[in-house]
């Protein structure tokens, strides 16, 4: 079976075409990739992140992620019984373009919709949507572990400051497998993917009136970590796996081309009804910062009170890889006393221990720290186009 | 018997051709590592456009808040905390929430009996 | 020239000469042995080495050694490398024919007189262009691969191990027609005891081989 094939091999693997160059042993964040210059490199399972990094920098294309297209997809688009739904992370619309021809950034989120239609998924929604659902849950969350760290009664049940976000799977494996005494303080917010699955075999299968055992989700997603989150055996609170398969970009611009679709000419879409609408905010997940400033544009509003004019917080972007900024918002519950919230961002795994070890020995001044695993963020992930004409 | 040797020293032409292969040689050494340093530092300029590209696609949105999204706002409304809008209700953490590390096996156990109550 | 019987011996190639080129050979044998082992994946060739990661050790000392060999040789010789340098890249008449001729070395192509030439033939100097061109190549793109592995992109890697694999197959190729022709071929073997042993050769071979040379040694005489 596939599903223990995951679980017990992780999701990338080097095979024989490895010409043991040593790029990648400097790529890992977890130093999982083991083998000298000369000799050929082998992945040590126990500590893989399923990050993929390695994968799009090695120069060889000897890196390999397990595929979930021939052994669950095309078998579910194919079974008439079977109702496909699927579901986009923001990065891949900005990055599917660079398979067809178009230049990195270049937005092709209405033509994704009409071919995945058109790859024969009987709903298209979006990621984004759970996005904004993983902002309400996770902004809040931050809101009540501040209100349990200053004192207020009835919050006592929420976790310690700081919180880290969740949204990257291959960060929280990292956390499981070197730091357990952190998990703590991450977000009990599921990710956005399997919100999404979650959320589609039960809210909308009760608003489509579909019989959730019969729906089938699929994700598209610019990471490998995310086909080893959606195969963890606790993601099936609807009562069956919360999300079926994964896809990367890479393999979705593969099957709209292995269909012969011609991806630029299609026309323009829209996403399907109930899940499928976004935001500004959720967009930028693709990017390092982007959870740190969508979480700060509804926890200001949340708890000020006030309408945001501005609503960008350009002190959170840039591709440092760590960076800090303070925000200061006054908290109506708090009879507006201004309360100012540190923030950090960390992208690539492999600076993030400083901080853990600064948080467990409790200096860390920071409320809200978001880890991203890739350089750069989603935009950057294993799953996505792999650059050989930049040198 | 006579030995014949080569005359020690060079001729001026001699000299510049030596010279200039040398030159030639540091030349395309350094070419290549300017190459190089520039290709590395050029490495990397799809992450800058690609994550310029979601910057502008938000900048083009209409709604640019999370808990404006309408679809949101829904989902609270007759789903998760039917008739309010309030994040974490319980629904929303049974559905939207998870557990870390040792917890897990527990968590499964609870899902579990949940569903069977259910 | 042929009539008269010339007597003596010529040093063709000095003490130093003949140690950078022993040098620069057995560095050059490792290197293509162990190159070809990690290539093919020929797990015969690493172990003689004592496995892949050890291979690839002595792989990159060779490297070392067949890079300052050559540079330590020009710096000490300096004289010796311009003239060589400046040798092989001058191109004369008599170089034109002696092509046009092979040189006599292929047997279908008739040949009434070899054209004289100078201290390298005009096949030789092609040879040395070609070799200075090939080692410039190997060892700019071989040193990235080793001491900037986890600096440059991964894209400009997969150059540099190209450019390396494919000027060694044309490096070896070249050297072991270089081999034949200066070891085997009985019309010019005579030159291996020259470069391998002491570095002298017979003077007749000389006037017959390299007459415009042989010329000159004689009028400094």
């Known amino acids: 079976m596939l599903s223990s094939i995951v679980l017990s091999n992780g999701i990338i693997q080097v095979t024989d075409k490895c010409k043991a160059c040593d790029h990648c042993t400097s790529i890992c964040p977890t130093h999982a990739i083991k083998g000298r210059l000369g000799e050929k490199h082998h992945i040590e399972i126990r500590k893989c992140i399923n990050c993929g990094q390695c994968l799009i920098n090695c120069p060889f294309g000897a890196i390999n992620d397990v595929s979930m297209v021939d052994e669950r997809i095309i078998k579910a688009l194919k079974d008439p019984n079977k109702f496909v739904v699927v579901q986009e992370a923001p990065a891949v619309r900005v990055a599917l373009g660079e398979e067809f021809g178009q230049a990195p950034g270049t937005n092709v989120k209405h033509k994704m919709y009409a071919a995945l239609r058109k790859l024969g998924f009987d709903k298209v929604y979006d990621t984004e949507f759970t996005a904004d659902l993983t902002i309400t849950e996770e902004g809040t969350e931050l809101i009540y572990r501040v209100f349990n760290a200053l004192g207020v009664p009835g919050y006592e049940d929420f976790g310690p400051l700081p919180q880290f976000t969740s949204c990257c799977p291959a960060w929280v494996k990292y956390a499981e497998d070197k730091y357990p005494h952190v998990l703590p303080h991450i977000s009990t917010a599921k990710s956005p993917q399997q919100m999404f699955g979650a959320i589609s075999k039960t809210y909308l299968a009760e608003k489509l009136g579909v019989d959730p055992s019969s729906i089938y989700s699929v994700s598209v997603m610019p990471c490998t970590a995310k086909k080893y989150e959606c195969d963890r055996p606790e993601f099936m609170v609807s009562g069956f796996r919360d999300v079926d398969a994964v896809m990367t970009t890479r393999e979705l611009a593969q099957m709209i081309k292995s269909a012969g679709i011609d991806f630029m000419s299609l026309e323009d879409e829209q996403a399907d009804r109930f899940i499928g609408a976004s935001t500004g905010a959720a967009t930028i997940f693709g990017a390092t910062g982007g959870v740190m400033e969508a979480a700060l544009r509804t926890a200001y509003e949340v708890l000020s009170g006030e309408t945001l004019g ?21 908290v109506k519950a708090l009879g507006g006393k201004v309360l100012p919230v540190n923030v950090c961002i960390v992208t690539g795994t492999k600076y993030v221990d400083p901080v853990i070890e600064d948080v467990l020995a409790g200096r860390s001044k920071y409320h809200f720290i978001e880890v991203m695993n890739c350089p750069g963020g989603c935009i950057n992930g294993g799953g996505q186009p792999i650059r050989r004409d930049t040198y | 018997m006579s030995i014949f040797t080569e005359k020690v020293g060079m001729t001026r032409r001699q000299f510049l051709k030596g010279s200039g292969m040398l030159a030639v040689a540091v030349i395309v050494t350094g070419v290549f590592a300017k190459i190089g340093f520039d290709a590395f530092a050029a490495s990397d300029e799809y992450i800058d456009q690609r994550i310029a590209g979601l910057y502008t696609l938000d900048e083009q949105m209409a709604i640019r808040k999370s808990h404006e999204n309408p679809e949101i706002i829904q989902i609270y409304q007759d789903f998760l905390s039917p008739g309010e809008q309030k994040y974490l209700s319980e629904k929303a953490h049974h559905l939207l929430h998870t557990k870390y590390g040792k917890d897990i096996p527990a968590f499964i156990e609870e899902l579990n009996q949940h569903r069977d109550v259910a | 020239m042929s009539e008269e019987v010339i007597k003596g011996k010529v040093l063709k190639h000095d003490t130093q000469t003949r140690t950078m080129h022993w040098l620069h050979l057995l560095a050059f044998i490792i290197l293509g042995l162990t190159g070809i082992g990690f290539y093919w994946d020929i797990a015969g060739i690493a172990n003689i080495f004592g496995g892949p990661a050890n291979a690839s050790l002595v792989h990159r000392w060779a490297g070392v050694v067949f890079t ?97 694999f494919w000027t060694a197959i044309i490096m070896i190729l070249l050297v072991l027609g270089h081999f034949f022709l200066a070891a085997i071929h009985p019309k010019s073997r005579v030159e291996f005891a020259s470069m391998m042993l002491d570095g002298y050769i017979d003077a007749e071979i000389t006037a017959e081989h390299n007459a415009k040379w042989f010329a000159e040694l004689q009028k400094t005489e």
Request: aromatic residues 14%; hydrophobic residues 45%.
């Open chain 1, 310 to 330: 501005k609503v960008e917080f350009k002190a959170v972007r840039g591709r440092k890889p760590v960076r800090e900024a303070t925000v200061e918002i006054p």
């Open chain 3, 68 to 164: 300052v060999g050559p540079i330590l040789y020009i710096l000490l010789n300096f004289d010796r490398f311009s003239r060589f340098v400046d040798t092989i890249t001058s191109f004369s008449r008599d170089d034109f024919a002696w092509l046009k001729t092979m040189g006599g070395y292929v047997p279908f192509i008739k040949i009434e007189e070899v054209p004289p030439q100078e201290k390298y033939n005009a096949g030789q100097k092609i040879l040395g262009i070609l070799i200075i061109i090939g080692c410039i190549l190997i060892i700019i793109t071989g040193f990235p691969m080793w001491l900037w592995c986890d600096v440059v992109s991964s894209a400009f890697l997969a150059i540099c191990y190209n450019v390396h």
